[in-house]
């Protein structure tokens, strides 16, 4: 339960921290100010409701699923990441099968696998001297649309993938 409850917290956290950095340097456009300022916001409030849910003894609220479109998805994911992505000189390269339909959904719940695989994806890079890169790519198959998130990082050591499963692995 701890690492699922650290990776539900420090994630939000994380994008809350780096849209406010980006609203407070100087070099900030204002016009890019509120958009940077409205991504924390948000990512405040959906903090607050995961702690909601935690206080209520982590009983699962029921979200209402909605139509939910990828594309936009990932861009808004991308722009909760943007200073990151800046600061490591992370190039984003992405890919869309056309026509990529609509799917259905609980929006904070896709929002939030997105989020992680995607910080996960910078981290890994962290320790790449060459080009650092990761690659969005997203078709439908087969009525199911599917993603697919991969990162020009070292890869999972052996050793570790053997138990990747495990509490506190990564």
């Known amino acids: 339960v701890l690492p699922d409850l650290y990776h539900q917290v420090n994630y939000p956290l994380q994008s ?15 016009d890019r100010m509120g958009d940077y300022l409205t991504a924390a916001q948000k990512e405040l409030y959906r903090t ?16 209402e699923t ?11 994911t991308l722009n909760m990441l943007a200073f990151k992505l800046r ?5 984003v390269r992405t890919s869309y099968s056309r026509p990529l339909p609509g799917f259905k959904g609980e929006r904070s719940k896709i929002e939030q696998v997105l989020l992680m695989l995607l910080f996960n994806s910078v981290e890994a890079l ?20 599917q993603i697919v998130i991969e990162d020009s990082g070292k890869g999972i ?8 499963m495990k509490p506190f692995v990564t």
């Not at 809350?16 to 204002?30: D, F, I, M, Q, W």
């Not at 607050?48 to 979200?63: A, I």
């Open 16 to 30: 809350k921290k780096n849209n406010t950095e980006l609203a407070g340097r100087p070099r900030t456009r204002s």
């Open 126 to 145: 962290a320790a790449v001297d060459l080009e650092k890169v990761i690659w969005i790519d997203a078709l439908c198959e087969n009525n199911f649309v």
């Open 66 to 76: 909605v139509e939910l479109e990828l594309e936009g998805l990932v861009k808004q």
């Open 87 to 91: 600061d490591g000189n992370i190039v």
């Open 157 to 164: 050591p052996e050793s570790i993938c053997r138990s990747l």
């Open 48 to 63: 607050e409701g995961m702690l909601q849910r935690l206080l209520f003894l982590m009983e699962p609220v029921v979200e």
